[in-house]
């Protein structure tokens, strides 16, 4: 049995992610999926939330925003709509859009549509945060032996 998964995460623009992991955890779209070397073969959607891996004895986590994995027993491939890095989010804006979005939350008669991707750039704007402030307590972003592209 495989010791260490292929972890590839690329969206339709790039390729964020290309290195060796002892784990992975993702975001599915009804709650998260613990992947270690030796999975059975699986394809599901993904969610909004945090992709996360072990590699080299720390954590790496990324931001991503839906789209589908394939689970192989030695690769994980994640085909994200979108991904960001901790080091790609800007903080401020996030807690601004956030702002914005709870603010159209309390409109009085707020249509069902508004209130949709209201909530969306809420929990959107919280995700980007929580991956932000990984990074900035000493959590590991990314980089080192991990190639992004």
Known sequence: MAEILKLEVVTPERRAIQTDASEVQLPGSDGYLGILPGHAPLLT???TGELSYQAGGATFYIAVFG??????????IALAQAVERPEEIDVERARAA?????????TPNISLEEATEATAEV??????V???????????????EHSHA
């Open 130 to 144: 929580q991956v932000a402030s990984r990074a900035a307590h000493g959590v590991a972003a990314g980089g080192g």
């Open 123 to 128: 929990i959107r704007a919280d995700l980007r």
């Open 98 to 106: 956030k702002q914005a979005a709870e603010e159209i939350l309390s």
């Open 67 to 76: 789209g589908y994995a394939e689970v192989l027993p030695d690769r994980v």
């Open 45 to 47: 959607e993904l969610g």
